[in-house]
């Protein structure tokens, strides 16, 4: 892909994300874009492999900006394309099941006023999170990651409840895999000038680079993207009377609200299990336990609105 001589902006549109969101809200982004004389070349995908190509192809080429329309899965497929190529600014326009990253960036759920507040916005520097699973392969992700329940709910989030938005898509996956789930045994280790272990029978455990993930739940309300830091979080068993009790609050707001949560701050961290199971992040399954997880501080650079604090 050559770089166009008015050095414009390149667009990769997952027209699936969101249930057919981004594909749905295409033709006013359009509008928008010749309101706003926005010099953008719109692409569209055909899968994730083709949104890796693209995105790869044009950063060789030299874009100097490549945004996705879509959610945190489709920014990864494109943090991992261009991960390497450090002139590149990405950019996301909120369109997907979970939007986490682009909330914590500041960004408003509405992919029109969001592509606004992108148009005008300024460029920072974010963290990313590599992770290596039992496989060896390596992969970076943005948001946040775990294994338990978010990972067996990750199924059907992508798989029956694929076309609702929002937290509900999670809750509902989260509900339907609680059925016949058994909590897992998970040996934590950070590492560092402080290394901690930590056993614990959970639910599921978490580790984070943005306050919430799943579309809003805030799993690590302190996390901040570019502080060099790590939350990771366990949830412990908790019987079903109280997931009931505490499942308005996790609907309503994201939060999860027990003193059944242990949470552990890190540069790097290695999550064990009894037994393989899968670990997400982003909302993908990328690969089996044991699997190491280290923060690359401000590896890459994005736009986010002006003025605005970054969480």
């Known amino acids: 892909m050559e770089l166009p001589p008015q050095r414009n902006d390149l667009l990769l549109v997952n027209p699936v994300a969101g249930g057919g969101l981004a594909s749905a809200i295409l033709p006013e982004l359009r509008e928008f874009a010749a309101r706003r004389q926005w010099n953008l070349e719109i692409s569209i995908t055909e899968s ?28 990864q497929m494109l943090l991992n394309a261009v991960a390497e190529y450090k002139h590149t600014i990405l950019g996301v326009i ?11 960036l500041g960004f408003p759920s509405h992919p029109i006023r969001a592509a606004a507040l992108l148009l005008d916005g300024e460029v920072c520097h974010l963290d990313v999170v590599r992770v290596r699973t039992a496989d060896g392969n390596e992969r970076l992700y943005s948001s946040g990651g775990g ?8 199924l059907y989030a992508n798989g029956a409840y694929r076309n609702l938005h929002g937290r509900l898509r999670y809750i509902l996956a989260a509900l339907r ?10 040996r934590i280790s950070t590492l560092g000038n402080d290394p901690k272990n930590l056993e614990v029978t959970a639910l599921l455990v978490g ?9 809003g739940i805030y ?14 979080v366990a949830l412990e ?41 899968w670990f997400q992040a982003d909302g993908e399954l990328l690969g089996l336990t044991p699997v190491d997880i280290a923060v690359v501080p401000l590896a890459i650079r ?4 002006k003025q605005q604090h970054k969480s």
């Open 237 to 277: 068993n908790l019987n079903v009377l109280k997931i009931l009790y505490l499942l308005p609050s996790f609907a309503f707001n994201g939060q999860l609200k027990t003193k059944q949560i242990r949470r552990l701050r890190a540069t790097c961290v290695r999550i064990a299990t009894d037994s393989p199971v």
């Open 207 to 215: 580790v984070l680079n943005t306050p919430s993930y799943g579309a």
């Open 219 to 232: 799993l690590a309300p302190a996390a901040k993207i570019d502080d060099g830091i790590l939350e990771v």
């Open 302 to 305: 994005v736009i986010h609105p």
């Open 48 to 75: 994730p492999n083709d949104l890796f190509a693209k995105a790869r192809r044009a950063a060789a080429a030299g874009w100097p900006r490549i945004f996705v329309l879509g959610g945190d899965g489709t920014f």
């Open 177 to 186: 895999a609680l059925l016949g789930f058994h909590p897992i045994h998970v």
């Open 147 to 154: 294994v338990g329940l978010d990972a067996q709910a990750t």
């Open 94 to 104: 909120p369109a997907g099941g979970g939007n986490d990253l682009a909330a914590s």
